[in-house]
């Protein structure tokens, strides 16, 4: 099946969108959108105040987790009021973020109390960023190899690439 001009430099174009979206997934911070409504909760807290409620709404105010916040695969952003006890810094956007620890090398054996849970979520974020880069590697491997089947007109490459097309659309 031979492959034409137009095959050729359709082929190009869409390949080159698939690795410049996959880049921009790859690079944002903004996968995952938690919002919190930190003034309703200071009212409840305030409302139903006694020993509990207070050490509740200090807990509101120091952990990082009662702010809305984006969350991408290497970063945690605070895109409107951010916490005053974590350790942020100013990212590329004009977002105080904090980095997400993947514990790679983990030096001081910090991950000795995790639970069963806390262990997968490791694992699924460490495998997350694995799998995309494996998907950079076959989608410019399946580039490579469609271009010069197409351009050798070479049934072989052409199946490799599209062998190859499967292997990174798996790993999205």
Request: with cysteine.
């Amino acid at each position: 099946m031979p492959c034409s001009a137009v095959t050729l430099s359709l082929a190009t174009i869409t390949s080159i969108i698939a690795v410049a979206l996959l880049s921009i997934a790859f690079a944002t911070d903004n996968w995952l959108y938690i919002e919190v409504k930190r003034t309703n909760i200071q009212n409840f807290l305030s409302r139903n105040s006694d020993i509990q409620g207070q050490t509740l709404l200090d807990a509101v105010n120091s952990k990082y987790f009662y702010y809305t916040r984006t969350k991408g695969l290497f970063r945690t952003c605070f895109p409107k009021e951010r916490p005053l006890t974590v350790k942020l810094y100013l990212s590329p956007v004009e977002t105080y973020c904090m980095n997400i620890n993947y514990y790679i090398p983990d030096e001081n054996n910090e991950t000795k109390d995790f639970t069963d849970d806390a262990w997968t979520r490791l694992h699924m974020g460490r495998s997350m960023i694995a799998l995309f880069i494996i998907s950079f590697f076959s989608v410019f491997a399946a580039f490579c190899t469609g271009v010069t089947g197409c351009w050798r007109r070479s049934p072989g490459n052409i199946t490799a690439t599209a062998i190859l097309m499967l292997l990174a659309c798996k790993y999205y």
